[in-house]
């Protein structure tokens, strides 16, 4: 499984970003793709998580009604649409998967890190004026 995350960058507090993630050698129709940040000095956070088939969306408090994640099955693609962004988003930003983080019922959260086996390589999201 490889999972290739981009779309970070810097942006000014207040404005959108999308991230995408391009996964590949999935071999299971239900699986998870979630979202994770990291801070400097911060512990990871899930932020955000799809199920595959159902569809269902899963969001962190800190991001609920800013942030939206989607899939693209044709693409083999999950986005995270991010908008209205502030300081506190900066983060390196990873999509991760692995059986561990959920099924065909649901993602299960809020994420933990350890149930998962394949990461991406992380993009940067830096908001800042």
């Known amino acids: 499984v490889q999972l290739v995350e981009s779309g970070g960058g810097l942006v000014q507090p207040g404005g959108s970003l999308r991230l995408s993630c391009v996964a590949s050698?999935?071999?299971?129709?239900?699986?998870?793709i979630t979202w994770f940040r990291q801070a400097p000095g911060k512990e990871r956070e899930g932020v955000s998580c799809?199920?595959?088939?159902?569809?269902?969306?899963y969001y962190a408090d800190s991001v609920k009604d800013r942030f939206t994640v989607t899939g693209d099955k044709a693409k083999n693609t999950v986005y995270l649409q991010m908008n209205s962004l502030d300081p506190e988003d900066t983060a390196v930003y990873y999509c991760?998967?692995?059986?561990?983080?959920?099924?065909?019922?649901?993602?299960?959260?809020?994420?933990?890190?350890?149930?998962?086996?394949?990461w991406g390589q992380g993009t940067q999201v830096t908001v800042s004026s």
């Open positions: 799809i199920s595959n088939p159902s569809g269902r969306t």
């Open positions: 050698g999935l071999t299971s129709p239900y699986y998870v």
């Open positions: 991760a998967t692995g059986p561990r983080g959920g099924s065909f019922y649901g993602c299960k959260w809020p994420a933990r890190g350890s149930d998962y086996d394949y």
